[in-house]
Every structure is written in C-alpha cells, then in structure tokens.
C-alpha cells in the first residue's frame, strides 16, 4: 500500500502561482498519478494526470495554466499551477492509480484564490 502526502496549498492572491507536491511512502513508478479537486459542494473533479511513461492529460478548465510532473526517484508528483483564478479554489487530492483494482488517495491540501 502507498501513502500519498499533499503539501504546498494555501492562500493565493488572482493571478498567482502554487506548486503543489505530493510524496508518497513507497515507489510510484509503477502508478499512473494524478490530481483531483473538489469545491464546497461540487464533485471531485479530475485536474491532470501523468501516465507511467510521462504522458499529460489536463482538464480543459486548466489547460495551458497548470502543469503536471513526476519524479519518480523521489517518489514525487507535482501540480505547478499559474495564473490562478477564483475557481480554481479547492481541496487538491493526489492519487495514484493501477489498473481498475488499486486506487490510493491523500487527505488532500486547501488551496483558496482570494483577493
């Protein structure tokens, strides 16, 4: 078992920039990563993904802004996230994914776009 561990959210001005990281206790090279986020009262929504060869599929609400990336020697994913909005406020969730069968998650990280 894996356990995912976000970090790197927080309160951000229109505009800005966040990296978020996300560290897991064991090797994720053989896992498919990725970012989720849910708003109050809104379903948790994918945001990127990062396939075990590098392959990036982002939602379309992100694209071209957010960036995702992993460093599979430092069992690290990261969300570089610019020019951010209001709606881009959430709880970040990391996962990491094998097949249909193995699903892990982290406690997720706040990330709040306010002025």
């Known amino acids: 078992q894996v356990q995912l561990v976000e970090s790197g959210g927080g309160l951000v001005q229109p505009g800005g920039s966040l990296r978020l990281s996300c560290a897991a206790s064991?090797?994720?090279?053989?896992?498919?990563m990725g970012w989720y986020r849910q708003a109050p009262g809104k379903q948790r929504e994918l945001v990127a993904v990062i396939s075990l060869g590098g392959s990036t599929n982002y939602a379309d609400s992100v694209k071209g802004r957010f960036t995702i990336s992993r460093d599979n020697a430092k069992n690290t994913v990261y969300l570089q996230m610019n020019s951010l909005k209001p709606e881009d406020t959430a709880v970040y969730y990391c996962n990491a994914q094998k097949g249909v069968s193995v699903d892990y998650w982290g406690q997720g990280t706040q990330v709040t776009v306010s002025s």
């Open positions: 064991g090797s994720i090279f053989i896992y498919a």
